[in-house]
């Protein structure tokens, strides 16, 4: 019975016609970190566009031309928190009403402490690291 079943069930697939593939959604996110995670949430149904470049400090940044104009047609912004969505989001919002903005940190809770502390990791052997630079070799 079941492969009987699985027979009309592969039959009634191939005999129906194809669904039309939709567009990618225009998916804006503010870090490179989270267009990682989105493109793997979302695979092919994204199109995510990164307002910083990897290495840009966020805390100083201001967006292009060519930026503003992808941001009229996005119809998702993921923030998480960073500084300039303060300043910029609501000129984003003014430029592309219909666009919806998704806050991420919503259900997470912020780490307390000292900001430069929350961002590190701890090693095994119970010491603070941070990626390498000139001060942390």
Not at 47 to 66: F, I, L, N, R
Not at 79 to 105: D, Y
Not at 129 to 134: K, T
Request: aromatic share 8%.
């Amino acid at each position: 019975m079941r492969v009987l079943l699985a027979l009309f069930s592969l039959c009634l697939v191939l005999l129906l016609p194809a669904p039309a593939v939709a567009a990618p959604v225009a998916v804006t996110v503010s870090i490179p970190p989270q267009k990682y995670f989105v493109e793997y949430i979302g695979g092919d149904a994204v199109a995510v566009t990164v307002m910083t470049a990897k290495g840009q400090d966020p805390h100083s940044y201001e967006p292009t031309a060519a930026q503003m104009e992808r941001i009229a047609g996005t119809e998702l912004y993921f923030t998480i928190g960073v500084p300039f969505e303060t300043q910029w989001l609501p000129k984003f919002q003014s430029l592309n009403p219909s666009m919806r903005v998704v806050n991420l940190l919503g259900a997470i809770s912020r780490i307390k402490g000292k900001p430069d502390l929350a961002l590190r990791d701890t090693a095994p052997d119970k010491r603070p690291h941070s990626p390498p630079n000139d001060k942390n070799p």
